[in-house]
């Protein structure tokens, strides 16, 4: 790391000492403009890739799903049949990847840890509240070291929309800190729900608020609201993680999340990358999809251009 980004992280960690210090440098960030946020997506999705490219693309996007089940109906066995599903993907051809993670409430934890355990795979759970974020912080707290207890190495917090929303950016700030203490060891994910900020101005605030809290990940929606990832709020936060990085030296990932279920809308996502923040992110520890009806569909195009056969919806297990 450089000299000067040292000093600039040094400096930013001083930001959260202060409310008056984080609404003075989150509403100094360069207003995002609308239009040209909401273009740029468009055209980066009109990129068309050759067969060679998305054969790598669509294995690259399977390591990539969080593959994810978040129903008050989920059962040990549901979430053991999504666990397995997770390791083998594909059970006809053993070269397909496995996934990113499996991600599940709290509760389900411990029935995914006997799966996956020395595999690979990681295990993301819920936490804070899901999805409403809604509750005393010692609750959350409660919540997060008993995921990581149970087997979670990696968090997926929801911010508190209500406080952020309200201009208290201190105590949305003051839990991330905390929720990331209590992670110990696992890596947090800090879920913005992007469809309740308003505005790609409060994205990008909540997005930089979220990284200098120390957030590993930043990540769009919990799913539960109507208005999920989008591609111009994928651009948005990835323009901040790009920002973040060249300002302090530290690299933080992206997750979108809800909405995507096509390869083309994956494929569209991976473009979207390369071209806004570059290789260093065409990772599964740096860029996920949070999804469970995406996997299927990877699969049926997997199998469409290794075999030249396409395999239906039934050919796979529905999640």
């Avoid at 608020?209 to 936060?237: E, Q, R, Y």
């Avoid at 071209?275 to 599964?284: F, I, K, M, Q, S």
Wanted: proline share 5%; glycine share 8%.
């Amino acid at each position: 790391m450089t000299a000067t980004a040292t000093s600039a992280r040094s400096d930013l960690s001083e930001l959260g000492r202060s409310e008056t210090a984080l609404r003075t440098f989150l509403h100094g960030l360069p207003g995002v403009d609308q239009v040209g946020a909401e273009q740029r997506a468009a055209q980066l999705g009109t990129r068309s890739i050759k067969t060679t490219a998305k054969a790598q693309a669509i294995d690259l996007a399977i390591r990539m799903v969080d593959l994810t089940t978040l129903e008050g109906a989920d059962t040990p066995g549901k979430v053991r049949a999504l666990a397995a599903k997770a390791l083998r993907p594909d059970p006809a051809d053993p070269s397909c990847p496995h996934v990113g993670a499996v991600c599940v409430y709290p509760a389900m934890v411990p029935h995914v840890a006997e799966v996956l355990r020395g595999s690979g795979v990681h295990l993301a759970s819920v936490a804070t509240a899901f999805p409403s974020g809604q509750a005393p912080l010692e609750i959350k707290l409660a919540d997060t070291r008993a995921a990581v207890a149970a087997g979670a190495d990696e968090i997926d917090m929801v911010i508190n929309r209500g406080a952020f929303l309200a201009g208290r950016y201190k105590e949305v700030y003051d839990e991330i800190v905390a929720t990331k203490e209590a992670c110990g060891d696992a890596h947090l994910k800090v879920i913005l729900e992007t469809g309740e900020l308003a505005t790609y101005d409060n994205v990008r605030r909540a997005s930089w608020l979220a990284m200098l809290a120390g957030g590993d990940f930043i990540k769009t929606s919990t799913g539960k609201v109507p208005v999920a990832a989008t591609p111009p709020v994928t651009l948005v936060m990835l323009e901040a993680v790009r920002d973040f990085r060249a300002a302090t030296g530290r690299q933080v990932g992206v997750k979108p999340a809800g909405g995507i279920k096509t390869t083309k809308d994956a494929i569209k996502y991976l473009v979207m990358v390369n071209e806004t923040v570059g290789p260093d992110w065409l990772d599964p520890d740096w860029f996920r999809f949070g999804a469970s009806s995406l996997l299927n569909d990877l699969l049926m195009q997997r199998t469409k251009l290794t075999t030249g056969v396409y395999a239906g919806p039934d050919y796979f297990t529905l999640d």
